[in-house]
């Protein structure tokens, strides 16, 4: 079978930098995505990582360790804006030519003044 | 402007009674999927479809179905026979092809309530 676990909540200070942890169970493997969520609206892509190391975007990176099954996002100066679910996925090993994703549960991130 | 559009945004209906969401994108794009989301179990893939006239069940596929008559367009019926039907329904699309960076694009979601 194919998991995903991710921390339910987390909570952090404005300005701050917060690390939020992915680990995934699969059989095999070939992608993995992060996206963000405001409450009661769509999930919007950050980034993709495929091969081992570190993917900057501005005050988002993601790290993926394939060996290890593990992936985080790292957001620096937090904004209250950045409050939000925070949702790991990996593309289906088993989908061929698809593009499935299998999507963890999620992460709430509460940004404090 | 290029995106998928979903309406409507809040949906009522009576128990037994069928109901379908519209999701029609413009990105042309050949894929496109349903989720259901539920309060701590994140997106649950439905249906999703890779071409036209062809869709393919997911992990929780009783009590929907599906059409893919336009590749535009890739509406979802809520039937009777789906047990827990209140929830919140996003659909996707994407470029054909698991390879590389091609992400899903969402739309902004129908909350159907059913009473």
């Known amino acids: 079978g194919q998991n995903i676990d991710q921390p339910t909540e987390m909570t952090a200070t404005e300005g701050a930098i917060v690390q939020i942890n992915c680990t995934y169970q699969t059989s095999g493997f070939n992608g993995l995505f992060w996206y963000q969520q405001h409450a009661g609206e769509a999930p919007t892509f950050l980034s993709y990582n495929v091969l081992d190391g570190l993917e900057e975007k501005g005050r988002f990176s993601s790290f993926l360790s394939r060996s290890k099954g593990y992936s985080y996002l790292l957001l620096k100066e937090l904004q209250m804006k950045d409050s939000a679910s925070y949702l790991c996925a990996v593309r289906d090993p088993y989908g061929g030519a698809t593009n499935k994703l299998i999507f963890g549960t999620g992460t709430l991130l509460a940004v404090q003044p | 402007d290029g995106g998928i559009t979903q309406s409507p945004k809040y949906l009522f209906r009576k128990e037994g009674q069928n109901v379908t969401l519209s999701c029609e994108q413009n990105l042309n794009h050949d894929a496109m999927y349903w989720y259901r989301q539920d309060p701590g179990q994140g997106l649950r893939l439905i249906y999703y479809?890779?071409?036209?006239?062809?869709?393919q069940k997911g992990d929780i596929a009783e009590g929907y179905s599906v059409s893919r008559e336009k590749k535009e367009s890739f509406p979802l019926t809520v039937t009777s026979a789906q047990k827990n039907p209140t929830a919140f329904y996003l659909c996707a699309s994407s470029i054909r092809g698991g390879i590389s960076y091609n992400e899903q694009f969402f739309g902004p979601g129908t909350r159907l309530t059913v009473l």
């Open positions: 479809s890779q071409i036209v006239n062809d869709f």
